[in-house]
């Protein structure tokens, strides 16, 4: 990028990592468009780490949007809102995006797409406390946007023991294709930032770092004009190149601190949090609103008009397509999410959730289909790992159903952001044998703990 704006500075190198075709011309410059309200949404009451919410409301109930529809469970769990006006009619087990079916709730739109009454804005923001703060925040279901989609009231409450001096904003948006972070940071810095100032406050700290990317110049150019009304706030320029998105990179490239092993961010004095969840703070700490809908790209060389899209939680992505202008030659692949993380589909009927940044259509000729080789211990995955790992060894080690030799390389260090399966030339699907080794490893330490009680 040439020429930052004043203020901004230029962020650490990352470990490891790689330069994959980025293909986020295609929607970075297509400004995000409301879609079309939906005639039916299915609801999943998984869209967040932690508990399944409970639903609590029966088929039959007329329901406004942002009432709520799934309470939460348990000490991490997030509650769910309806996304549009409309009658319940089914509540059952549907097709969540990880594949598997999990408990939803079914809205068929009455078109009049009202909001439910409690939906109001709070009395004097800016004079409520860290708890009241947090509590609108538990309420209004928010989750974080990057992804991980952990609920983000938990995240700004850390033990008491740990130190908190740093708030950083993910505004990385490292995931190829996608570019729904990028347009809300163009679109609505003012906003992000003033969700970054309740946050903040709940925290209790004075420094705030905003990582970019550098592909994004609009975004750190807006962002920067933003943070210029928030004291001790800053906008660090980030190299473009994947994973820097990844909570420990953008730690290590903004504050050139290392998180340990098995540790968290709140272990060096770090809360992480994406912009979108800073977007979604502002609308429920300023106007009531529950999170409901997110910005969405559609994109890929198999689809006709990239475009990024305003949608409602539980809207269908064969709707998304459609808006998009329906696909461009033969699809191969449908994955929601970016090509190096997301999740492939067998259905077009799998709705938007929470963490839902993208949906990207391949064409059949751009889809890998030769069968992986032996690992020929070229260590590409070492040099690439952001993580300082040695895939090679982990893959090999679930291969052969070794998982007590595959625990002495850190498997949970493992942040699974594929660089090992780019780079592989045997084509050897290594994030996947890390999981693999991580799940029989929990099932087995579950086990354990079983039979000792």
Not at 159 to 182: F, H, Q, R
Not at 352 to 370: F, I, N, P, Q
């Amino acid at each position: 990028m040439a020429g930052l704006p004043a203020g901004v500075r230029y962020g650490r190198p990352i470990r490891g990592g790689i330069h994959p075709p980025y293909g986020k011309e295609l929607a970075a410059d297509s400004h995000t468009e409301d879609m079309p309200l939906p005639a039916r949404v299915v609801v999943p009451m998984v869209q967040h780490t932690g508990a399944t919410a409970k639903p609590v409301v029966a088929i039959g109930d007329v329901v406004r949007k942002g009432r709520k529809i799934g309470e939460a469970q348990g000490a991490v769990s997030a509650p769910v809102h309806a996304s549009i006006s409309g009658r319940v009619t089914a509540i059952g087990n549907f097709l969540h995006p990880s594949g598997r079916e999990v408990p939803a709730i079914v809205i068929e739109s009455d078109g009049t797409d009202d909001w439910a009454e409690d939906v109001v804005p709070p009395v004097e923001p800016e004079g409520m406390g860290a708890a009241a703060l947090r509590k609108i925040i538990s309420e209004a279901g928010i989750v974080g946007m990057g992804g991980a989609a952990f609920p983000t009231a938990v995240k700004l409450n850390p033990p008491a023991e740990k130190k908190i001096d740093t708030l950083v904003i993910n505004g990385v948006e490292c995931e190829p294709y996608l570019t729904s972070d990028d347009r809300l940071m163009v679109e609505h810095a003012v906003e992000i930032v003033d969700g970054v100032r309740f946050m903040r406050r709940i925290l209790g700290v004075g420094r705030v770092v905003i990582g970019i990317e550098d592909n994004k110049p609009a975004s750190i150019r807006a962002m920067a004009e933003a943070a210029r009304s928030l004291d001790g706030a800053e906008v660090v320029a980030l190299e473009t190149k994947y994973p820097q998105g990844g909570e420990k990179q953008v730690i290590k490239a903004v504050l050139n601190r290392e998180v340990p092993s098995g540790g968290l961010p709140m272990d060096v004095g770090v809360v992480v949090q994406n912009v979108g969840t800073a977007f979604a703070v502002h609308e429920a700490v300023r106007h009531g609103r529950p999170l409901i809908q997110r910005i969405v790209t559609v994109t890929g060389p198999g689809i006709a008009a990239p475009k990024n899209l305003l949608a409602r939680i539980g809207t269908p992505i064969k709707d998304l397509i459609a808006a998009a202008g329906g696909f461009k030659g033969e699809p191969g692949r449908v994955i929601l999410g970016g090509p190096m993380m997301g999740s492939a589909v067998y259905t077009l009927h799998v709705p938007v959730v929470k963490g839902s940044g993208g949906v990207l259509v391949l064409h059949r000729s751009d889809t890998v289909t030769e069968e992986y080789r032996a690992c020929i211990r070229c260590a590409s995955c070492v040099n690439a790992c952001p993580m300082g790992l040695m895939p090679n060894f982990l893959s090999v080690a679930a291969e052969a159903l070794n998982f007590d030799e595959g625990k002495q390389y850190h498997p949970y260090d493992c942040i699974e952001c594929g660089c090992c399966d780019y780079v592989c030339p045997s084509r050897r699907p290594i994030a996947q044998q890390i999981r693999f080794i991580k799940a029989e490893l929990r099932k087995k330490a579950e086990k354990a703990k079983a039979k000792a009680a």
